[in-house]
């Protein structure tokens, strides 16, 4: 079984950067792919990106293109999330999450496996 923990939240001013890591325990973690979520209070949990782990594709929300990457480390167990030019509308908490699902990504209930998220607050 697999097991994620996210970590790299915090608090930064508009137009700065934050660098999100999951670490995920468990020998199966290579063959899940992996997704970020985000979920602002009196939200629903909406997709952000999104990496296969056989062919490392990668899909984004529109509104994170250009300004956020996804990358995952297999050797290390870590999915990575780097958020650059950062906007107040990106303030939420930061869930990865793992599917054994190759399509269907941007679902949250395709999702079988969620960390426990981390706070991501961007200031005006």
């Known amino acids: 079984q697999v097991q994620l923990v996210e970590s790299g939240g915090g608090l930064v001013q508009a137009g700065g950067s934050l660098r999100l890591t999951c670490a995920a325990s468990?020998?199966?973690?290579?063959?899940?792919?992996m997704g970020w979520f985000r979920q602002a209070p009196g939200k629903e949990r909406e997709f952000v990106a999104y990496?296969?782990?056989?062919?490392?594709?990668?899909y984004y929300t529109d509104s994170v293109k250009g300004r956020f990457t996804i990358s995952r480390d297999n050797a290390k167990n870590t999915v990575n999330l780097q958020m650059s030019s950062l906007k107040p509308e990106d303030t939420a908490v930061y869930y990865c999450?793992?599917?054994?699902?190759?399509?269907?990504?941007?679902?949250?209930?395709?999702?079988?496996?969620w960390g426990q998220g981390t706070q991501v607050t961007v200031s005006s």
């Open positions: 990496i296969n782990w056989r062919v490392g594709n990668t």
């Open positions: 468990g020998r199966t973690f290579i063959s899940y792919n």
């Open positions: 999450a793992a599917t054994g699902y190759g399509s269907g990504y941007s679902i949250p209930g395709n999702y079988n496996l």
